[in-house]
């Protein structure tokens, strides 16, 4: 299979383009406009000859329409991605989130290419910590930040076009997802490039607020288990019963890393922070046979803070800057 990955110098979708040479015989074309969230490094070691970059925008519409209809399928991660960033100024979420979403879908109605959308649990809004429900399927729409939003809207626009043109897609929502390659500005890689600097971790607010923890090698195995199996029009949530609150996370990263657990700062919280996020993937493990492998939360995890010790090189530059952002905003 030919595929276009939009995204694929990110977090998530680099982790996608090394399952997929790794675990498939796929050429990928990754289209990714290099924001200061992605990095080539993460596509180093990858052979040429099954993996190409093309810098551009996914508003860019010519560029977008040529290069799907060279290719048999687009996975599209592409997005701006951190609410905190949302917060601050939310244009570009909209611009790209929405109208890069819009853009592909007409390419991909134009040239009748599969398409696989990737989402957010983040669209259902929160779960009190309480709540027996997880998230499914059939979960009503309720975004709380701009980024959240735009990837609601990004996500009707894809039912739209699957139901009044016919467009041969599928959807996927997945949890919070950690492992290589995640920008330090996100939660997980911050407190470990902390320490490794000797700061001090930081949680927002009390850090009672619960995340559903997947990594990003069980994030690719699903979506590519939708795209090759999913029924098109269907959405998949993807997640792997991995829910810890905050301060449990900050507290094994210090133990994990050698330091005393209370070794950390209590900051501003984040406006309109969502409480909990928790994934019921039943349906994609019942119909199409998808299981994470990565069950156990603390060895992901120290398997994640030595790869952060290991590739120092590759986050050491925006390590600063970030801190500096934060700092600024009291947190
Ligand atoms: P990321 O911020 O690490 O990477 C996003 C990538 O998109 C970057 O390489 C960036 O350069 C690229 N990009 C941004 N705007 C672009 C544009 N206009 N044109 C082309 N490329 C552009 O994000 P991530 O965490 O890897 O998330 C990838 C996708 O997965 C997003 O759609 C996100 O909503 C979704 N998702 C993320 C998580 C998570 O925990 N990180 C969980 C569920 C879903
Ligand atoms: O649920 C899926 C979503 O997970 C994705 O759609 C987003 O793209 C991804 O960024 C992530 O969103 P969150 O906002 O949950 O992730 P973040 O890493 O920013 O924060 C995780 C939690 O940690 C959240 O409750 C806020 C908190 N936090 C975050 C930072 C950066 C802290 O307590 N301290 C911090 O320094």
Redesign the pocket.
């Known amino acids: 299979m030919r595929l276009l990955v939009t995204g694929g110098a990110g977090f998530i979708g680099s982790n996608f383009c090394h399952y997929l040479v790794g675990q498939t015989d796929s050429e990928v074309t990754v289209l990714d406009k290099l924001t200061y969230a992605a990095s080539r490094e993460s596509l180093q070691g990858l052979p040429s000859e099954r993996v190409s970059l093309v810098v551009g925008d996914i508003c860019d519409a010519d560029l977008v329409d040529r290069l799907v209809d060279e290719h048999d399928a687009v996975v599209h991660y592409a997005?701006e991605?951190?609410?905190?960033n949302s917060l601050s100024d939310p244009s570009p979420f909209i611009q790209t989130n929405i109208v890069g979403t819009f853009t592909i879908l007409e390419a991909v109605r134009k040239h009748g290419v599969r398409l696989h959308h990737v989402?957010?649990?983040?669209v259902y809004g929160d779960l009190e910590l309480d709540d027996p429900d997880r998230f499914c399927e059939t979960t009503p729409y309720n975004p709380s930040?701009p980024?959240?939003a735009s990837?609601a809207g990004s996500d009707h626009l894809v039912r739209a076009w699957v139901r009044s043109f016919g467009v041969q897609a599928t959807l996927s929502n997945?949890?919070?997802?950690y492992g290589p390659w995640?920008h330090v500005?996100?939660?997980?890689?911050?407190?470990i490039t902390?320490v490794i600097d000797g700061r001090r971790?930081?949680?927002?607010?009390a850090?009672l607020?619960?995340?559903?923890w997947i990594h990003a090698d069980d994030h690719s195995s699903a979506v590519w288990t939708i795209l090759t199996k999913g029924e098109i029009g269907q959405t998949y949530l993807i997640g792997a019963d991995g829910e810890q609150n905050?301060l449990e996370?900050?507290r094994m990263i210090l133990t994990l890393m050698g330091q005393p657990d209370d070794a950390f700062d209590h900051?501003t919280?984040?406006a309109g922070?969502?409480l909990r996020?928790a994934i019921d993937s039943s349906r994609l493990r019942r119909e199409l046979g998808w299981r994470p492998v990565y069950r156990d939360f603390a060895s992901g995890l120290e398997r994640t803070i030595a790869w952060y010790r290991e590739h120092e090189d590759w986050w050491r530059g925006h390590k600063d800057s970030v801190e500096s952002a934060?700092a600024s905003k009291g947190?």
Not at 119 to 122: F, G, R, V
Not at 174 to 177: F, G, L, T, V, Y
Not at 201 to 205: A, D, N, S, V
């Open positions: 997005a991605s951190h609410n905190d989402s957010t649990d983040e930040s980024y959240s990837k997945c949890s919070n997802n995640q500005e996100k939660f997980i890689p911050r407190q902390n971790p930081k949680l927002y607010g850090g607020n619960v995340r559903d905050n996370v900050i900051v919280d984040r922070h969502d996020y934060y947190q």
